[in-house]
């Protein structure tokens, strides 16, 4: 009777292997590293971070050194020149010699007050990303503590809090930004300010979404009833939750900010001169398109990419920390 | 029904009413207003009092500067054209970005939608990756620096269109303007289309329409698009506020004389009575959008209105 039935093929050897347990973070790393974009996204950021912080000291210039008699000098960079390409020639001539510059090498050229273009571009990135950074940190802060206490709360507090979030939500972020950055002066400090003002919204609607979901579970009702205080209950217990998901929405938010700042450097109420960020770079490189194209065009081409890449690492961050956020 | 139309409308005139607010706090911290001009004479300045009630109480002051803004009077002009009306100003300006507006808008998602249906229908295939590219593309590259690409590469280097806005040709004149203000809307509308409609065609009635022998067009067309397009209205959002940044930006950089590019020279030349209005403008049609936009979702889609808008 046996021979006549067999167990089916049982892959003894699968089913008796140990689930790997590998840390949260670990994880993540690895659905993140699966995405080749995102890693190569990430690989541009960290390119750009280092740029802003040792671009200025490789240089040899200063981002406001004034030197009229070397103004509007195109790209020369070292070994590329011979290529043909980046070799400080505007049409035939070549402006280095002409303007008695034969030695020196300005990488991205020179502006029309003859500031050194690479310096500044290093400058540009540094000062868009801590604008990104910080203003996406305001933003979880505000987001969080807000959403927090609305949905842990409920009732009453928590209908007005929405309310007041609707109101919030129905005002254009360009017409309060514009206007708050009038008010405050245009400056870094006023820009990150007004990015963190107005971008929180997004967040606190989805901590207090997560947190109406979260004080429901045993954990923290297990916590309430031995009596821990509210504050170590949201805290220890739900926070640690939805960090995930705010991660994600602050790092999505970081190229809003930094694509925010552009545009008011566009509309004149950038960072001023002679400090310089991404937008402020364009704007300037802008003024002049015609005659010296690579005064714009390097700023911009960089810009947009390190847009593509912030987004990029955002959408793959997503995926790894918390793929529910995904709509969009 | 009744009451989510009433609690939307509540909402958006609160809202509307703290931006007034906001602006009429703004009003009085801006430097450089007409009120504290020192070449006033004083019959001037009384009679601007009068007029705007400078002599009453704050919160009179609040209620003209309401009564004044809701009938469409912003003051005068005091830079860019001393001492002319902010509305007249406005309404010279307000056709051309409206219709740029409504041409990029209109083009870009109807192209969106388009690449996100095929790109869906064609799961993974080349089209697919291409849209997803794309649509990558255009909604993180800033519209600026595709203007001045455009600019740059189509008007200047290959001279097929004018560099700047001439009012004798106004489709060639701003066909770049308008392809790169509808890339936003693009490359949103196709990725959220491609999205749904991936959704879509693998439901059970879609399953069903084919089971029963529906020839595919018709099952794509007209069963897949209803249930994918009406969820589409959630983008108008993001889009319209696109729209609207986008076309400060764009008008400036093509030279187009509508309001967005008013509104920056209203910033540059420290002319904040058409800074405020405008941005009583902006927030107000962006409001208004939104209310109807809701509203219409909530017709539309009975889950919205039954479990009271929240999304």
Not at chain 1, 68 to 79: H, T
Not at chain 2, 265 to 276: F, H, R
Request: hydrophobic share 50%; net charge positive; glycine share 8%.
């Amino acid at each position: 009777m046996t021979d006549r039935f067999a167990f089916a093929a049982r892959d003894n050897a699968a089913a008796d292997k140990p689930v790997e347990n590998k840390p949260r973070w670990a994880e993540t790393i690895a659905v993140f590293s699966k995405n080749k974009g995102a890693v190569i996204g990430f690989a541009f950021l960290l390119l750009m971070i280092i740029l802003a912080i040792a671009g200025p000291m490789v240089s040899g210039y200063t981002y406001d050194g004034i030197e009229l008699s070397r103004q509007n000098l195109p790209p020369r960079i070292q070994g590329i020149e011979r290529l043909g390409i980046f070799n400080g020639t505007l049409g035939d001539r070549n402006m280095y010699e002409a303007k008695g510059y034969g030695g020196s090498y300005f990488w991205f050229g020179t502006d029309k007050l003859g500031r050194d273009l690479f310096t500044r571009f290093c400058c540009g990135v540094r000062i868009s990303l801590i604008i990104g950074a910080i203003s996406a940190l305001l933003n979880m802060i505000i987001g969080v503590a807000f959403g927090l206490v609305s949905g842990y709360y409920g009732g009453k507090p928590d209908l007005l809090m929405q309310r007041f979030i609707e109101v919030l939500n129905g005002i254009p972020t360009l017409v309060i930004v514009s206007l708050l950055v009038i008010v405050l002066k245009p400056g870094m400090m006023s820009i990150i300010i007004t990015m963190g003002l107005a971008q929180w919204t997004g967040t606190a609607r989805l901590v207090r979404a997560n947190t109406l979901r979260l004080k429901e579970t045993e954990h923290v009702l297990a916590s309430k009833t031995l009596g821990t205080s509210t504050v170590k209950i949201l805290f220890r217990e739900i926070f640690p939750n939805l960090l995930s998901s705010v991660i994600v929405i602050a790092m999505m938010s970081v190229p809003g900010a930094i694509f925010m700042e552009a545009f008011l450097s566009f509309v004149g109420l950038g960072i001023p001169n002679p400090e310089a960020s991404l937008g402020s770079l364009i704007n300037d490189g802008y003024q002049s398109m015609l005659l010296y194209p690579f005064q714009m065009t390097i700023p911009a081409v960089f810009f947009a990419l390190l847009m593509l890449a912030l987004n990029i690492i955002g959408d793959g961050l997503r995926d790894a920390l918390d793929p529910t956020q995904r709509q969009i | 029904m009744l009451k989510y139309v009433i609690k939307r409308v509540i909402i958006s005139a609160v809202t509307l009413l703290t931006i007034i607010v906001v602006l009429f706090v703004m009003l009085q911290f801006m430097p450089g207003s007409p009120f504290n001009n020192e070449r006033l004479t004083d019959v001037q300045r009384a009679s601007l009092e009068a007029k705007y009630g400078l002599d009453k109480p704050l919160w009179r002051q609040f209620v003209i500067y309401v009564k004044n803004i809701l009938t469409g009077d912003f003051g005068v002009s005091y830079s860019i054209q001393a001492n002319y009306p902010v509305s007249s100003l406005i309404a010279n300006k307000f056709q051309i970005s409206i219709q740029l507006g409504l041409q990029a808008g209109i083009i870009g998602i109807l192209l969106g939608v388009a690449l996100g249906a095929v790109s869906a229908l064609f799961h993974n295939g080349f089209i697919d990756s291409l849209t997803t590219v794309v649509s990558m593309i255009g909604a993180s590259v800033p519209s600026q620096v595709l203007a001045l690409g455009l600019v740059y590469v189509a008007a200047y280097k290959l001279g097929l269109f004018p560099l700047v806005y001439k009012p004798d040709m106004p489709i060639s004149s701003t066909a770049l303007a308008t392809i790169s203000l509808a890339i936003f809307p693009m490359a949103i509308a196709a990725r959220f289309t491609r999205n749904e409609m991936l959704e879509v065609m693998s439901s059970q009635y879609i399953t069903f329409a084919e089971a029963k022998g529906v020839p595919r067009w018709r099952v794509i067309c007209i069963h897949a698009m209803k249930n994918t397009l009406v969820p589409l209205i959630t983008t108008l959002s993001p889009i319209v506020i696109g729209l609207m940044t986008g076309s400060m930006v764009i008008e400036n950089i093509f030279s187009i004389p509508g309001i967005g590019k008013l509104f920056i020279m209203g910033i540059t030349s420290n002319d904040y009575n058409v800074v405020l209005s405008l941005s009583f403008i902006f927030s107000a049609m962006f409001i208004g959008i939104m209310l109807v936009t809701d509203l219409l979702y909530g017709v539309i889609d009975p889950r919205i209105r039954l479990n009271g808008g929240a999304k």
